[in-house]
């Protein structure tokens, strides 16, 4: 049997082109693709899941890595095709988000018509001793959005509550967490463990994008994941 096609999902910047160092340490053998979200147009979670539909129709047997935003997409999208996903990678992501007090200043307007500092793409996403090079792709891929589609995806995030989805995606479920995550609080694995108490949850030494930054380590996890569920070799 092939393997399943390996289907990543980008976080809120929405953009595949960060991907790039992550499948680069992906063996050929493995089939993959990163799919780009509309970066002139908002498209609400609903939307999102006809258009990953559309992205993936050829393929008949997949996995799933969800990267930040596309967390609870993934599930959505599992939950509804229980015959075609083999697994769901969640990295650095959530099935819904605490609604802390000051989450109304990261939905100010203003704030994505702001430049985008170094400083806070490093603190929150990248990590200090992130290459100059990563922090610039990550800037330009920011910038490939309009900032009302930015805001309107942080928006859905802070609504997106897919809890009963997961109750129904019976396949094997990995989550990778960030140890220096400044961004998605570790708390957000319990709601996942108590629908799913049999997710695998790994932590890997780094920030928020973890894809980015350790690409071969995430590799490596990812792979155990798959080869110990049978569902690569």
Known sequence: MPPPTLILLP?????????????????AEFPRRAISYPSDEYLSHDRLLE????????DKSLVLIAESFSGPLAVRFA??????????VLCASFIRLPQPPWRRRLLAPLLFHLPILTAALRRYLVGPQAPRELVVRLRESLRQSRPSVLLARLRESFRA?????LAHCRMPLLYLAGSEDRL?????????????????????AGPHMLLQTQPA???????????????VR
């Open 79 to 88: 939950a509804a095709h229980p015959d075609r996903v083999r697994a769901i």
């Open 11 to 27: 976080g809120l910047h929405g953009t595949a082109d960060l991907f790039d160092g992550f499948l680069k340490v992906i063996p």
């Open 217 to 231: 380590g995430c590799w490596r996890e990812i792979h155990r994941f798959l080869r110990d569920n049978n569902t």
């Open 51 to 58: 258009y990953i539909q559309e992205q993936t129709k050829e």
């Open 161 to 165: 509550d897919c809890t009963d989805a």
């Open 184 to 204: 998605i609080p570790s708390a957000v694995v319990d709601p996942i463990r108590a629908v799913r108490p049999d997710t695998i949850v790994v932590t890997i």
